[in-house]
């Protein structure tokens, strides 16, 4: 969920979670084997205006 409209997310790619369009959370659900490891894919794109920098927070 963007709150601020001068910072844009775009080109989001998340492997297997699920998407909550309200609040903008990813969510993934595994089972896992002792010992076992999973690599996750998350990317994106975010742009913003050079003096909205203090907007971003928690990246």
Do not use: H, R
Not at 6 to 26: F, I, P, Q, R
Request: aromatic content about 12%; proline content about 2%.
């Amino acid at each position: 969920m963007i709150l601020n409209k001068s910072v844009s997310l775009d080109d989001a790619k998340y492997d297997g979670a699920k998407y909550n369009k309200e609040t903008g959370e990813l969510t993934w659900q595994f089972k896992f084997n002792p010992s076992e490891n999973k690599n996750l894919t998350l990317s994106f794109k975010l742009a913003y205006l050079k003096d909205k920098v203090d907007d971003i927070i928690g990246l």
